[in-house]
């Protein structure tokens, strides 16, 4: 049953009417349903949470003056930015499909190419970190690593494009890191890092779809963007929806896994599980995948350096990652090297051969 309800113009446009006129100074009428007038009271419900009260009183006891510290709980931040991608999707048009590459290649191998760390929008100086890192800088040298990395690979039909987490360096508008608050070293506005982020993926997208027949997209959720990784897995794929040879992964969950032969693959960004004890946790999440397959790797990224470890259930490692250090990292004292790699695995045999791509190569 409809229920007639005043709407102010930004609820209106949430619902998808067109936006009418006020009626002298009240907001216009619209017709809801049930469920619209549900999200509604969702919509409108405070987003701020209550997380502390101080108070000061004097020696008897009187109360002289009372604080409340308000602040958005991680639940009602997300589903903030779920209802902004809904609205986001409505506008999306889908992208026509890219042309299916005549060459074939061998069909018993899968390319993986494994970022991590990209933090795209830091800057670095290279008088206080070693090296200069912007975001004109990170867009050209990612742009470089696909063109090198997709030549430097063996010849096959499909590919994984893993990104380990933390594309962004960070999540709204405030340069902050979204967990802690720790104020980050960002090279320009929010709009632009989101500009510029939709254009590389989408132009590395692009130049995978045109070399092989079927590519997988993992954007995995980093400690440094909780909710972008979010509106771009699902940015992605509304704007991919006509688009049969991308496969892009939309689970909430931060935990990922791609099958290939007797290969199971595992992905997480390393925010929430280490090298330590991941590997039961991947095991737990998918276990049919696990038992189906003879080799079982996984893969995170987060500490920015390079450690290979073989447990009792699959080969796990840590990756580096190409950027440059911040600040923070630098006057830290960790000091890992920067690079980032393909590794090819072969439907019946595992891990057969692995591109390591430096950063010298892409200055
Ligand atoms: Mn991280």
Redesign the pocket.
Known sequence: MAERKRLKPEEASFFGFSVKPKEGIRHPRYSLTKEQLQQLQELRKPLLTVTGKSTLTDAEGNVIMEWTKENLKEQDRLKAVQYAIEALKEDIEPTKPIERPKKQGNPNLINQYTLT?YHLGMMAWHEESGSDWDMKIAEDTLVNFFEIAISHSPECDEAIFSEL??FLHWDGLDAVTPGNGHLLDADTRFTKLVRVAIRVIRRVITMLLEKYQKVHLIIAE???NLASSVWMREMLSSFYENEPRLVIDTRPDPYYCITFGKNCLFYH???KRGLNNIDSVFVSKFKKEFGESDFVYGHI??LHNLQVKETNLMVLEQHRTLAAKDAYASRGGWGSDRDAKVITYHKDYGEVSRQTINIKMLE
């Open positions: 760390d987490g933390d980093g400690n440094h960004h390393g925010h990224g987060h």
